[in-house]
């Protein structure tokens, strides 16, 4: 629902004439009904008068927001940050395993395959032919 057609229906239900609710707000029953048509809209001094008066906060009058409803989605959002945060940390942790894990392998293989080499091309090296 659109401020103008909010504010149209919250008066009616309030039981208030165009001139009743401009006399609360100070301007005229015209302005009030330029404001109902949509051809203008208050100014902010206009606009918090009017969410005291009608007793709705700013958001409820002019977004037909429930605070509560952003409020939980925003915690909502925050927890799927979070949650895909937590998730971002853990894949660059084990990627960092997996590379320690991959270079030691690398390493490991690198060194029997240089005993093997030496073995095969020294084999008088008496302490590579021991056998325990």
């Known amino acids: ?3 103008h057609e909010k504010l149209l229906a919250i008066r009616k239900k309030q039981g208030l004439s165009q001139e009743e609710l401009g006399m609360e707000l100070q301007v005229s029953r015209q302005t009030i009904s330029k404001w109902e048509a949509g051809q203008s809209y208050p ?6 008068l009017l969410s005291d008066y009608f007793g709705m906060s700013l958001d409820e009058l002019v977004k037909d927001i429930d605070v509560q409803d952003v409020r939980e989605r925003n915690l ?3 927890r799927i940050a979070s949650i895909f945060s937590d998730i971002q940390n853990l894949k660059s942790t084990l990627v960092s395993w997996w590379k320690v894990i991959c270079y030691g392998a690398l390493i ?3 060194l029997i395959i240089i005993g093997l080499i030496v073995k095969v091309y020294f084999p008088e090296i008496e302490w590579l032919s021991r056998t325990y």
């Open 43 to 48: 100014d902010f001094q206009r606009l918090v």
């Open 108 to 110: 490991l293989i690198g």
């Open 1 to 3: 629902m659109k401020f």
């Open 76 to 78: 909502t959002d925050e």
